[in-house]
């Protein structure tokens, strides 16, 4: 009888264990129905600095996107919370460049740019269309409140991987962000997006012009003074990157020297589709 009541009690326990860890245990922290969709449907340009998504192509393959969409939204917070740091924040970049996507398909084709569901009423920003953690949230709850919440992650390279879907907007990854390479994958995004001489370079006279993202607020220049990796201003995260923006050596001399005058260039919200 002992026996029984004890074969009764560690099966209870394990199917407890079952029910609270299970989920997150089978998780695929691969991401595969993303890389998927992301494989077939985006094209790399100007030598792979930048990207274009063919949204005709993915409208077509919506069901499966909305099947990704809906492995996320099964993770409740508890789950999301016994994934490490790295497999956090993947999910959550990966979230929201798949939920962005959505929102454009619910007007694909009819629409030009992410602010044509407006900017007051109906900004797409600040929609809470994203069935995330247990509760509905927006773009910006994914992105300011969350991926960016101070002692969170504290990494400005996220910048280089959420993907506001326009043009002007740093490329849209051709895979999924994964946790046990995400550091990398973060890495190679910067490399690229410092590469495109078209949203950041140095010009004739050595002004650096880089893009509106790190301008002050509401732009997000102050992310990269927080000391990442050792890199506490604006000046000196150009400086690691300085023979990324220009092949003149004085004026990589410059930038590393932070002597180089910064200004801002005009950011694109086109649409970032492909039609080939």
């Not at 209870?12 to 691969?30: E, I, P, V, Y």
């Not at 991401?31 to 600095?49: E, F, I, N, R, Y």
């Not at 508890?78 to 990966?94: R, S």
């Not at 109906?122 to 992105?143: A, H, Q, T």
Request: hydrophobic residues 40%; proline residues 3%; positive net charge.
């Amino acid at each position: 009888m002992k026996k029984y009541k004890l074969n009764q009690i560690l099966t209870f326990f394990a199917l407890w264990f079952t029910l609270m860890g299970g989920a997150s245990a089978q998780f695929d922290h691969s991401h595969a129905q993303w890389t998927a969709l992301l494989k077939k449907h985006l094209v790399l340009v100007d030598g792979g600095k930048a990207s274009q998504l063919r949204y005709a192509g993915i409208a077509a393959d919506r069901a499966q996107l909305k099947t990704y969409l809906d492995t996320l939204a099964k993770v409740s917070e508890a789950e999301f919370k016994a994934f490490n740091k790295n497999q956090q924040l993947a999910f959550l970049i990966n979230a929201y460049n798949a939920n962005m996507v959505e929102k454009i398909l619910v007007r694909y084709p009819n629409i030009k740019s992410v602010w044509d569901f407006g900017k007051l009423i109906g900004n797409p920003f600040r929609d809470n269309f994203i069935s995330l953690l247990g509760k509905k949230m927006s773009l910006d709850n994914v992105e300011h409140d969350t991926i960016r919440a101070p002692g969170a992650y504290d990494d400005p390279r996220i910048h280089f991987a959420v993907n506001c879907a326009s043009i002007g907007c740093p490329m849209l990854r051709e895979e999924a962000y994964v946790g046990d390479r995400i550091d990398a994958q973060l890495e190679e995004q910067t490399v690229r997006f410092m590469s495109d001489r078209s949203r950041n370079r140095a010009a004739a006279d050595g002004k650096l012009e880089v893009s509106k993202i790190f301008d002050s607020r509401p732009w997000y220049g102050d992310d990269f003074r927080k000391g990442h990796k050792g890199l506490k201003t604006l000046e000196s995260f150009f400086a690691k990157y300085a023979n990324l923006l220009t092949d003149n050596a004085e004026h990589q001399k410059l930038i590393r020297e932070g002597k180089a005058p910064i200004s801002h260039l005009e950011y694109d919200w086109g649409l970032n589709d492909s039609k080939r």
